[in-house]
Nanobody, 128 residues
Framework: ELQLVESGGALVQPGGSLRLSCTSS????????IGWFRQSPGKEREGTSCISSTDGSTYYADSVKGRFTISSDNAKNTVYLQMNSLKPEDTAVYYC?????????????????????WGQGTQVTVSS
């Protein structure tokens, strides 16, 4: 069974940092694209970043560019989202999602419809 499991969500003060992890089981990341999405109450889910494990290309939403970094450790089947300089507006449930059979990166993988597999989400709360 193909699964994605997120971890690392927490309560953090504004300006703080968190690292989220997304670990896959049932498939390897080598030929996949992974996206990190988030959803706040009353808002639509939005893509924050994505990475192609094939060529390592990354893409970011303007709202997180320069603060968030997505990376992949294929040996551990894990994708990370390093979040720095966190703001209250970053508060959301964060989801990772995957699509297999990807051979080059694209900003297309910032879109929900590009992905077939989803994790259950992890809560990030930025508050003093």
């Amino acid at each position: 069974e193909l699964q994605l499991v997120e971890s690392g969500g927490a309560l953090v003060q504004p300006g703080g940092s968190l690292r989220l992890s997304c670990t896959s089981s049932g498939f390897y990341l080598d030929d996949s694209a992974i996206g990190w999405f988030r959803q706040s109450p009353g808002k639509e889910r939005e893509g924050t970043s994505c990475i192609s494990s094939t060529d390592g290309s990354t893409y970011y939403a303007d709202s997180v560019k320069g603060r968030f970094t997505i990376s992949s450790d294929n040996a551990k089947n894990t994708v990370y989202l390093q979040m720095n300089s966190l703001k209250p507006e970053d508060t959301a449930v964060y989801y990772c999602a995957a699509v297999l059979g990807v051979y080059s990166g694209s900003a297309y993988y910032m879109q929900e419809q590009a992905h077939h597999y989803w994790g259950q989400g992890t809560q990030v709360t930025v508050s003093s």
